[in-house]
C-alpha cells in the first residue's frame, strides 16, 4: 500500500505543478480475522449455496480401503523443503468428499491459493485416469509439527469433513473431534452440519512454536470467521476466536462442540462377547460451573435417543474426557484408547446464561460416533447481528483438568442383592480419588450425600475406604420406579457438613 503526499512548487513561470510523491505506507494491511469475519458477513446476506460437487464417479464409488490407499507423499510436505517448525500435508478428495475445500497461505501480508496437484499423492492400488483427477481440490490438510521427539515431525492436527478437527497432545492418539459449530442436534427437524468451506494458513517462521489458521464457515442458516492459534506440545492448545451470522434463526445453536464415542465401559457391560474390558474414546462428560461446582456424568450408550442438560451461567468450562488412562482397561493394542485425549473447553471472557448439552445416541459398534456436548446460548441476537464467542480447547491427559478436591475414578453398575439373592433393584458403586481424601486421617467418617428424582429411590448408601486405591467408595441401592424412564442420580463426599468431592450425576437409562 502506499500513501500520497501533495506537495506544490513555484516554477520560474509561476505555473503551478502538481507533483505526486509516493512513499511506501509504514502500515501494510495485513490478512486478519477481520478479512474472514467481512467475508462471513456478507455471505449472510445472500441466499445459501451448496459447495458444487466435482469428483467423478471413479472417485465417488471408491470403498473405505480404497480410499486411504490415496496418501500424500510426506516429501511433498508443504514448507518442508524451507524446513520451517511446521508442515502441512492434504487429503484428496473421494467417497463423501465430494467438494473441494479452498486452502491459501498468508505469507509477506499476502494470501494466495496453495494449488492442488495429483503428482502429490501416491494412488497405490486405485486405477484412476488423468480425467478422474482433473478439476480436483483439497479434501482437507493435516499438520505436522515435532512433539514427541526432535528428530521427527508429528502429525498431531487434522481438519477434515464438515467443520471437524482433531488434535492431540505428546503421547496420544486420535480418538474424539470438535467442531466448528453443531446446529438443532438431535431435533426432529433433522441435524444440519456448517461446513468450513475455505483456510488461510499464515507461514511460521523459522522459531514459530504456533501456528495460526483462519476458516470460513457456511450452511444453510449460518455463517462464520474462525481464528485458530495452535499451539502443539504436551498438551496441544487450539485457541478459538468466532463471529457468526445467522441467514435466518435456528432451534439450537451448539457452541464449541465435541464429539465422541462410547461404546460400553465399567458401568455398561458390552451386549456381545468382547475380548476387551471397554470400548471408548470418553468415558465421561466434566463440567465446571461459574460458582465453582465441578459435576461429573459417566457415558452411557443408551437404547434411544437420550439428551440432558446442565443449566449454568458463565461456566468455567466443560469436556468430554477419557479418565481412565490404563491400557489394561481396554487391552486393544490397535486403537489404543487408553492413549486417545481428553478435550476441554475453557471460555474466554463470559459466556452469560445457557446449558451445557449432551446428547448420547444409541450405537451398535465402535466405528460410529454417538456422544455430543456443546454450549447452548439461552438468547441469541436477529440475523445479521454478530455472535462473538471466544474459547480454548485443550487436548491432553483428563489429570490436567481435574477437581481440585476429588473426582470420581469409576462408576460399576450391576444386580441389587437381598440376602445374598438378586432382586430387582440396581448396584452401583462410585470410587472416588484425590487430594482432599489423601490427607484426610484413616478414622475420618466420610459418607455420601445422595439423591435421586421422582423415577428412583435410594434404599441404601454406604460408603467405605477403598484400601487397595487410598480413596473411597461410595455404594449405593437403587429401585427404579417406572422401568420405561431414566433414573437421575446425584451424590458427593462430605465430612462434618465440609465437601470433599466433584457431584457424580448419573444417568441410569430406561430399561
Given at each position: 500500500m502506499f500513501r500520497s503526499l501533495f506537495t506544490f512548487v513555484r516554477a520560474p513561470q509561476r505555473i503551478a505543478v502538481l507533483v505526486f510523491s509516493f512513499i511506501p505506507c509504514?502500515?501494510?494491511?495485513?490478512?486478519?480475522?477481520?478479512?474472514?469475519?467481512?467475508?462471513?458477513?456478507?455471505?449472510?446476506?445472500?441466499?445459501?449455496?451448496?459447495?458444487?460437487?466435482?469428483?467423478?464417479?471413479?472417485?465417488?464409488?471408491?470403498?473405505?480401503?480404497?480410499?486411504?490407499?490415496?496418501?500424500?507423499?510426506?516429501?511433498?510436505?508443504?514448507?518442508?523443503?524451507?524446513?520451517?517448525?511446521?508442515?502441512?500435508?492434504?487429503?484428496?478428495q473421494g467417497r463423501q468428499y465430494d467438494s473441494a475445500v479452498r486452502i491459501n497461505e498468508i505469507s509477506?501480508?499476502?494470501?494466495?491459493?496453495?494449488?492442488?496437484?495429483p503428482k502429490a499423492f501416491n494412488y497405490g492400488g486405485n486405477k484412476l485416469s488423468a480425467q478422474d483427477l482433473k478439476h480436483l481440490g483439497f479434501a482437507g490438510f493435516r499438520v505436522h509439527y515435532a512433539i514427541n521427539t526432535p528428530k521427527s515431525k508429528d502429525e498431531f492436527l487434522v481438519f477434515l469433513g464438515a467443520s471437524y478437527l482433531r488434535?492431540?497432545?505428546k503421547g496420544q492418539v486420535y480418538g474424539l473431534s470438535a467442531r466448528g459449530l453443531a446446529i438443532d442436534t438431535a431435533l426432529n427437524s433433522g441435524e444440519e452440519f456448517p461446513r468450513f468451506v475455505e483456510f488461510w494458513i499464515e507461514r511460521p517462521t523459522a522459531n514459530s512454536k504456533q501456528l495460526t489458521i483462519y476458516a470460513l464457515l457456511d450452511s444453510r442458516r449460518v455463517t462464520g470467521a474462525y481464528r485458530f492459534i495452535v499451539r502443539p506440545g504436551e498438551q496441544t492448545v487450539t485457541e478459538v476466536k468466532s463471529q457468526l451470522y445467522l441467514r435466518e434463526n435456528v432451534s439450537k445453536l451448539g457452541v464449541a462442540p465435541l464429539t465422541s464415542m462410547y461404546l460400553f465401559g465399567e458401568n455398561q457391560r458390552p451386549t456381545s462377547d468382547d475380548y476387551r474390558p471397554e470400548v471408548h474414546d470418553s468415558d465421561g462428560l466434566s463440567v465446571q460451573s461459574g460458582t465453582g461446582e465441578w459435576i461429573w456424568r459417566p457415558l452411557v450408550n443408551p437404547k434411544r435417543l437420550l439428551v440432558t442438560s446442565y443449566s449454568l451461567s458463565n461456566p468455567s468450562g466443560f469436556g468430554l474426557m477419557q479418565r481412565d488412562e490404563r491400557h489394561s482397561s481396554y487391552e486393544d493394542l490397535a486403537a489404543r484408547y487408553?492413549?486417545?485425549?481428553?478435550?476441554?473447553?475453557?471460555?474466554?471472557?463470559?459466556?452469560g446464561s445457557g446449558r451445557v448439552e449432551l446428547v448420547q445416541i444409541p450405537t451398535p459398534d465402535e466405528?460410529?460416533?454417538?456422544?455430543?456436548?456443546?454450549?447452548?446460548?439461552?438468547?441469541?441476537?436477529?440475523?445479521?447481528?454478530?455472535?462473538?464467542?471466544?474459547?480454548?480447547?485443550?487436548?491432553?491427559?483428563?489429570l490436567q483438568q481435574r477437581p481440585p478436591l476429588s473426582w470420581v475414578t469409576q462408576t460399576r453398575r450391576g444386580h441389587g442383592y437381598t440376602n445374598n439373592k438378586a432382586d430387582d433393584s440396581i448396584s452401583?458403586?462410585?470410587?472416588?480419588?484425590?487430594?482432599a481424601l489423601k490427607k484426610l486421617p484413616p478414622n475420618t467418617k466420610i459418607d455420601i450425600r445422595a439423591s435421586s428424582d421422582a423415577n428412583g429411590e435410594i434404599l441404601e448408601s454406604v460408603t467405605s475406604r477403598n484400601e487397595v486405591s487410598g480413596g473411597?467408595?461410595?455404594?449405593?441401592?437403587?429401585?427404579?420406579?417406572?422401568?420405561?424412564?431414566?433414573?437421575?442420580?446425584?451424590?458427593?463426599l462430605y465430612s462434618n457438613n465440609t465437601t470433599l468431592?466433584?457431584?457424580?450425576?448419573?444417568?441410569?437409562?430406561a430399561d
Open positions: 509504514v502500515h501494510a494491511l495485513a490478512f486478519d480475522f477481520n478479512d474472514v469475519a467481512k467475508k462471513a458477513k456478507q455471505l449472510a446476506t445472500t441466499s445459501y449455496k451448496a459447495p458444487p460437487k466435482n469428483i467423478p464417479k471413479a472417485l465417488e464409488n471408491l470403498s473405505y480401503a480404497q480410499y486411504h490407499d490415496i496418501q500424500f507423499k510426506q516429501d511433498s510436505a508443504y514448507w518442508r523443503s524451507a524446513k520451517l517448525p511446521f508442515q502441512l500435508s492434504f487429503f484428496h509477506n501480508n499476502r494470501a494466495r491459493p496453495i494449488p492442488f496437484d488434535a492431540v497432545g487408553e492413549a486417545r485425549p481428553s478435550a476441554w473447553v475453557e471460555p474466554i471472557g463470559k459466556w466405528t460410529n460416533d454417538n456422544i455430543v456436548a456443546y454450549w447452548v446460548p439461552d438468547q441469541l441476537p436477529k440475523p445479521g447481528e454478530p455472535i462473538n464467542i471466544d474459547y480454548r480447547v485443550y487436548w491432553n491427559k483428563s452401583l458403586l462410585i470410587d472416588f480419588d484425590g487430594p473411597w467408595r461410595a455404594a449405593l441401592k437403587v429401585k427404579r420406579i417406572d422401568d420405561k424412564k431414566p433414573i437421575e442420580l446425584r451424590g458427593f468431592s466433584e457431584t457424580w450425576s448419573y444417568i441410569l437409562p
